[in-house]
């Protein structure tokens, strides 16, 4: 089966501390990528990326970056963090196939005071 | 550009009834379109996909959903509901040559009474 793994379930962060969020799969996908889910909005994409050190600005990145360092490794790093960014956090992977299934990982839910 | 619409925010349906759950799409090719199900706290979770040829669709749980090229529609179906299908439920959809990533709709929000 493959697995999806993000480093945390729930996080509470300050204003202004940077903040890193893990994703890691084990399917060897070339394409991860990063949601933010906010009541009424559904899924907003963050960034993608389709291989290693490669990304592309999805609907909403600012205030966010993301690192791709190694294939199975997505991070997602929030700079400086705001109350705003308080939301459930999705990673997602998928072969580089348009008919592929994406595979979600848990969620993070992070709350920033 | 590629877009869909799931035009309930929620349904609300008896157990044991037959539950459908909207879903259209606009590509300017043609589409790859996926049904995926969220439990509470949880991501999403594959339900099924139409990729090509037959246009009835059937997937985990009982669930099933028609592909309409002529109405651009992919509804999710399952013939008897059961409490344990209340979920939100996304419906999401690529065009077969354009980005490899793909547009969700807002979700449907499905509530199977007892």
């Known amino acids: 089966d493959v697995k999806v793994t993000q480093s945390s379930r729930y996080l509470v962060k300050r204003t202004g501390e940077k903040v890193f969020l893990e994703c890691v799969q084990d399917?060897?996908?070339?394409?991860m990528f990063w949601y933010r889910q906010d009541p009424g909005l559904g899924l907003r994409l963050i960034y993608f990326?389709?291989?290693?050190?490669?990304?592309e600005k999805g609907d909403i990145p600012e205030g966010y970056s993301v690192s791709r360092e190694k294939k199975e490794r997505f991070s997602l790093i929030l700079e400086s963090a705001s109350t705003n960014q308080t939301s459930m956090y999705l990673c997602?992977?998928?072969?580089?196939?348009?008919?592929?299934?994406?595979?979600f990982g848990p969620g993070t839910r992070l709350l920033v005071l | 550009a590629q877009s869909v619409a799931q035009p309930e925010d929620q349904v609300n349906v008896a157990e044991g009834n037959p539950l459908t759950v909207k879903c259209t799409y606009s590509?300017?090719?043609?589409?790859?379109l996926f049904w995926y199900v969220q439990y509470p706290n949880r991501g999403l979770q594959f339900l099924l996909k139409?990729?090509?040829?037959?246009?009835l669709v059937k997937g985990s749980y009982g669930f099933e959903a028609e592909f309409n090229k002529s109405q651009t529609s992919f509804h999710l179906k399952k013939p008897s509901a059961l409490v344990s299908d209340s979920a939100l439920y996304f419906c999401?959809?690529?065009?077969?040559?354009?980005?490899?990533?793909?547009?969700f709709g807002r979700g449907t929000s499905l509530i199977v009474h007892p």
């Open positions: 999401a959809v690529r065009d077969i040559a354009g980005s490899y990533i793909p547009t």
């Open positions: 590509v300017s090719g043609n589409p790859y």
């Open positions: 997602a992977s998928s072969f580089a196939d348009r008919a592929k299934t994406q595979y």
């Open positions: 399917m060897d996908h070339e394409n």
């Open positions: 139409y990729i090509t040829g037959d246009n």
């Open positions: 990326s389709y291989d290693v050190k490669m990304k």
